[in-house]
Each structure stands twice: as C-alpha cells, then as structure tokens.
C-alpha cells in the first residue's frame, strides 16, 4: 500500500509535508509510510479517501481506479451529450475559461 500513497501524493502533484498535513502527520512520518518503514491506519485511510476522493479499494488492493468518479462527471457528460455541437463548442470555451481563472487564482496563493 505504501507506493501507492506516493502514487496519489504524485498524482495530486503535492510534495510530502502537503500532503502530509493533510492527513495530520509530520513530513517524516509520511516519508516512512511510502518506503514501508512505518504502517498506515484506517483512520488515515479514511482521511485520504474522503479528503483526496481516492478509491478506497485501489488504495487498500490495488483493484480498480485511483480516484473515484467525481460526483458530478456523469451528470456533465449527460448534459452534454445532449447539447447541439454549437453549444457544446461554446461549454467548452467557457470550462476552458474557468480552468484558467481557477488557476491564476490558486498560484496568487
């Protein structure tokens, strides 16, 4: 279990003591959890799931997906899916535009 708690820091592009805030653990701590020196909780199990909406049986096993579905994917897709190709061009000039905008937002931080 251990490299795929790296697997998720990485793919949530977060460097060890981010992530290990997260969790409410101490950067060292995390550094031996992901080269198996130290064992991982179910509390912090839970916090990863919940927090970083990981797939609690891919992170326990291995089986299945990284992150779940977001709770919202299949509803967009529905929408737009449904939509006429103008307007779907147009959805996604507007998603791109608020891409763009959340991340200016987030490295002013």
Same mark, same amino acid.
Not at 25 to 33: E, K, R, V
Not at 58 to 69: A, D, H, P, V
Not at 82 to 98: D, G
């Given at each position: 279990?251990?490299?795929?708690?790296?697997?998720?820091?990485? =793919?949530?592009?977060?460097?060890? =003591?981010?992530?290990? #805030? *997260?969790?409410?653990?101490?950067?060292?701590?995390?550094?031996?959890?992901? @080269?198996?020196?130290?064992?991982?909780?179910?509390? *912090?199990?839970?916090?990863?799931?919940?927090?970083f909406n990981v797939n609690e049986e891919?992170?326990?096993?291995?089986?299945?997906?990284?992150?779940?579905?977001s709770l919202y994917e299949n509803e967009?897709?529905?929408?737009?899916?449904?939509?006429?190709?103008?307007?779907?061009?147009?959805?996604? @000039?507007? =998603?791109?535009?608020?891409?763009?905008? #959340? #991340?200016?937002?987030?490295?002013?931080?």
């Open positions: 279990m251990y490299t795929r708690i790296k697997a998720i820091r990485s =793919a949530l592009k977060m460097n060890q =003591a981010e992530f290990a #805030q *997260h969790l409410g653990l101490g950067q060292s701590t995390l550094a031996m959890i992901e @080269v198996g020196k130290r064992t991982f909780s179910d509390k *912090h199990i839970k916090i990863i799931c919940a927090t891919w992170l326990r096993t291995g089986k299945g997906e990284i992150f779940n579905s967009l897709i529905e929408i737009f899916d449904n939509l006429n190709p103008e307007t779907q061009q147009y959805l996604l @000039v507007m =998603a791109k535009e608020l891409l763009n905008t #959340q #991340q200016k937002l987030l490295s002013k931080k």
